[in-house]
């Protein structure tokens, strides 16, 4: 699995929402997002920083500390199979 295969930024346009996963390990899939206003957590422009620092990260954890260097609130979970 090459670097770009293993981390991910993807949009959920139904919830408005910014995910990121790490894909290393596939039976520890640790994943977090950030969602836009609407009820819920954030703002419009909070959720564009959120995207672009996501997609300007080289991997899971720098993604994290950027979004936590910008006080970008997120929820993190991890999934085991």
Known sequence: M????SYEVFLDEGIK???IR???DSHNLP???TVRKGGLKGNSRT????RELARSAKD???ALDLWEDAGIRYHYYCRTD
Do not use: L, M
Request: proline share 0%; charged share 40%; net charge negative.
């Open 60 to 62: 899971f954890s720098e």
């Open 17 to 19: 929402a910014v995910y």
């Open 22 to 24: 790490d894909n290393v």
């Open 2 to 5: 090459d670097e770009k295969e």
């Open 31 to 33: 994943a977090a997002f």
């Open 47 to 50: 959720f564009k920083r959120a």
